[in-house]
C-alpha cells in the first residue's frame, strides 16, 4: 500500500512540476504558434541557475525566483532573434538551444551541482510547519504552486494583453490590423513560456537533489507529448479548461513513464517511449480517419 | 480640422515590387489622391490597376517609394508600421478568415476590436457592459449573432464572418474605413446585405471610406465619389453629382478615353451579371 501511495505522490509532483513546462509549450505552440525549441536549454537553465544559487548561500525562494526570470531572459533573447532580427522561429529556438548548453556549463562551473544537502524550498517548507520534508508535502507543495499559476494564466489570458496574445497565434494580420504590435505579443508570450520551463526547471533541480547540464534533453518532445494527451482526453475548450487539460496531460504522462518503470522498462529508453508515445497520440486521428474512410488533408510541414 | 482640408493626402505616391528584375511591376505610378472627410469613394479596376496596392499603401502594409508622402488628419505617416496606423485605418478584407479570429469567440474578437489602436493592458478584456454594447451593434446585423457571443467565429459562415469583420472595424469608430472587395467572395444575397450594412454603418457614423471592388453597379450605386485605376494611375475621378447620372456604359467610355485603350477585360463586365 505504501509503495503505491508513493508511487502516486512521485508522479503527482512530477506532473505537476513538468505540468509547468507543459504550460510553457502550450504558450508557446499552441496560443502563439511560434514553435519554440528554447525549451531545451531554458529547463537546465532554471536548473543550474537555482542550484548554484542555493549552494552559494543564496535563500532557494530568492534562487527559484532568479532561475524563473532567467528562464524569462532566455525567452526574451529567442523571441528578439524571431521580431528584431527576423530569424526564422524554429531556427531562432535551436540556436538558444544550444548556446544555453554552453551558458549552463558556464554558470555551474561544471556538468552538474548538487544541492542535497543545502536548503531548498521544500525543506524550508516543511520547517515552516514543523515537520519532515516528505514527498506528500511535496505533493501538497506543488498543488498549492499549480492553483497559484493556473489562477495567474487564466486571469492574464484574459486580460487585454492575453487576448492580443492568443489572437496573435490564431490571425497575425488582424492582430496588426487592429493596432497591436505581433512583435511586442510574440516577446511577452515566448518570454512569459520560458519563464515557466526554468521555473519547473529549478524546482526539480532542489526535489531531486542536483542540477545537470542534460537535464533538458527531450523536454520539448515531453511537453508537446502532455499537450497533446491534455487534448485529445480532455477534449478542452476554452481557456480555462485548456489549461487544465495541460496539466492533466503532464500527470497522465508522468503515470504513463513511471507505470512503464515499474515494469521493469530500463530508463535510458524512456525518450524513446516518449517518441512513441507522441507519434501514438498523433497518428490515431489520422489512422481513425483512414479506417472510417474519411478525407485527409495533405501533410503539414508545420 | 478645417471643414475643406482632407482627411487622408496622398502625394507622388508610387509602388514598384521587384525592382531591377524583368519581372519589375509599377504597381503604384505617381499617384495623388485627396480624400475629404466626407468621401465615400468607390474604386473600380482590372485586376493589376494597382488598387489593393493602393489600399496597403494607405494602410501602411508597406511603404511607398522615396518621394511619396501620405497624411492622415494633417499628420504625415508615411513611414509609420501598419499596427500605429490601424488608430486611424481600420480594413475589411476580401477574404472573411483575415479579418476575424478563428479559435475565439465572438465576444473576445469584439473585444480586441473595441481597443483599436489603444494601448493594451492588464484589465479584463470583456465585463457585462461590453457585452451589452456587442449585442447592441450585432442586433442590426440580422443574423443573431447577438444570441450566440460565446460562439467560436470559426463556426460561423463566410457572410456571418464578414459580417463581423465589417462589425469590428467600424466598432471603434477611426476616422478611415477601407473595404478590399470586402464582398466579392460572398453568395449574391449576403453579398447585398453585406454592403447595405456597410453604407448604414458608414452613414451613421460619418466615416470616410475607400470601397475597392470589381463590381460596377457597385461601384456606381455606392458612395459620393467614383474613381478608375489602370496601370497604377488613377484615370477617372468623378464626383457626386456627376456620379449620380452615370451608367456602366459611360464607364466603359470614360475609361477607353481615359486611358487610351480599347476596354477588354470581360470579367469586369461579366460580373454585372449576378449584381
Known amino acids: ?302 | 480640422m478645417s471643414k475643406n482640408q482632407s482627411l487622408v493626402k496622398l502625394r507622388k505616391v508610387s509602388k514598384v515590387f521587384l525592382r531591377g528584375s524583368v519581372d519589375e511591376v509599377t504597381a503604384l505610378d505617381n499617384v495623388r489622391l485627396d480624400v475629404g472627410a466626407e468621401d465615400f469613394i468607390t474604386v473600380i479596376g482590372s485586376n493589376g490597376a494597382g488598387k489593393t496596392t493602393l489600399l496597403n499603401v494607405i494602410a501602411g502594409v508597406y511603404p511607398p517609394e522615396k518621394g511619396g508622402k501620405i497624411t492622415i488628419n494633417g499628420q504625415d505617416v508615411t513611414r509609420l508600421s501598419e499596427y500605429k496606423r490601424a488608430r486611424y485605418v481600420s480594413r475589411v478584407y476580401q477574404n472573411p478568415h483575415i479579418g476575424t479570429a478563428a479559435k475565439m469567440t465572438i465576444e473576445e474578437n469584439l473585444s480586441l476590436a473595441m481597443l483599436r489602436g489603444q494601448s493594451r493592458g492588464l484589465r479584463i478584456a470583456t465585463n457585462k457592459k461590453c457585452r451589452e454594447l456587442f449585442r447592441s451593434v450585432l442586433v442590426p446585423l440580422g443574423l443573431g449573432l447577438e444570441d450566440r457571443l460565446s460562439a467560436l467565429v470559426g463556426t460561423l459562415s463566410g457572410g456571418q464572418r464578414q459580417a463581423l469583420a465589417l462589425v469590428m472595424a467600424t466598432i471603434s469608430k477611426p476616422s478611415l474605413l477601407l473595404l478590399d472587395e470586402h464582398v466579392a467572395t460572398l453568395d449574391p444575397q449576403t453579398n447585398r446585405i453585406v454592403l447595405e450594412l456597410s453604407e448604414i454603418i458608414v452613414q451613421k457614423e460619418k466615416m470616410t471610406t475607400i470601397m475597392v471592388t470589381h463590381n460596377m453597379e457597385h461601384a456606381l450605386r455606392y458612395g459620393n465619389r467614383l474613381t478608375m485605376m489602370h496601370k497604377g494611375k488613377i484615370i477617372v475621378d468623378i464626383h457626386q453629382k456627376k456620379k449620380s447620372e452615370l451608367s456602366v456604359n459611360d464607364l466603359v467610355v470614360a475609361f477607353e478615353r481615359a486611358s487610351g485603350e480599347r476596354f477588354a477585360d470581360d470579367s469586369i463586365m461579366l460580373r454585372n451579371v449576378d449584381s
Open chain 1, 1 to 302: 500500500m505504501d509503495y503505491v501511495a508513493n508511487f502516486i505522490s512521485v508522479s503527482l509532483y512530477e506532473g505537476l512540476a513538468y505540468g509547468f513546462v507543459t504550460l510553457g509549450v502550450y504558450i508557446t505552440f499552441r496560443v502563439l504558434a511560434f514553435p519554440d525549441l528554447t525549451v531545451d536549454g531554458s529547463f537546465p537553465l532554471g536548473g543550474a541557475v537555482a542550484a548554484t544559487l542555493i549552494v552559494n548561500g543564496v535563500n532557494p525562494w530568492l534562487a527559484t525566483l532568479v532561475a524563473f526570470i532567467a528562464g524569462i531572459c532566455a525567452g526574451l533573447m529567442t523571441s528578439l532573434l524571431n521580431t528584431k532580427l527576423r530569424i526564422n522561429a524554429l531556427l531562432a529556438g535551436i540556436l538558444m538551444m544550444v548556446a544555453l548548453y554552453s551558458i549552463n556549463l558556464a554558470i555551474m562551473g561544471r556538468s552538474n551541482v548538487s544541492v542535497l544537502r543545502e536548503a531548498t524550498v521544500f525543506k524550508q517548507t516543511a520547517q515552516i510547519f514543523g515537520i519532515e520534508p516528505t514527498t506528500i508535502l511535496t505533493v501538497i507543495f506543488m498543488v498549492v504552486l499549480a492553483i497559484v499559476i493556473l489562477g495567474i494564466l487564466n486571469w492574464f489570458l484574459r486580460t487585454e494583453i492575453g487576448l492580443a496574445l492568443r489572437a496573435t497565434g490564431d490571425n497575425e494580420q488582424m492582430v496588426r490590423g487592429l493596432g497591436v504590435s505581433t512583435d511586442m505579443t510574440t516577446i511577452i508570450g515566448v518570454s512569459l513560456s520560458n519563464g515557466l520551463v526554468a521555473l519547473a526547471g529549478g524546482l526539480i533541480a532542489q526535489k531531486q537533489g542536483f542540477s545537470d547540464v542534460g537535464m533538458g534533453i527531450g523536454m520539448i518532445v515531453m511537453g508537446l507529448a502532455s499537450v497533446i494527451i491534455g487534448e485529445r482526453l480532455f477534449r478542452p475548450r476554452g481557456v480555462t479548461t485548456i489549461l487544465f487539460a495541460a496539466i492533466g496531460g503532464s500527470l497522465v504522462y508522468r503515470l504513463f513513464l513511471g507505470i512503464a518503470l515499474r515494469l521493469g522498462l530500463p530508463p535510458n529508453n524512456l525518450k524513446l517511449i516518449t517518441a512513441l508515445l507522441v507519434i501514438i497520440a498523433l497518428a490515431i486521428p489520422y489512422i481513425q480517419k483512414k479506417v472510417r474512410g474519411e478525407w485527409i488533408p495533405p501533410a503539414a510541414r508545420m
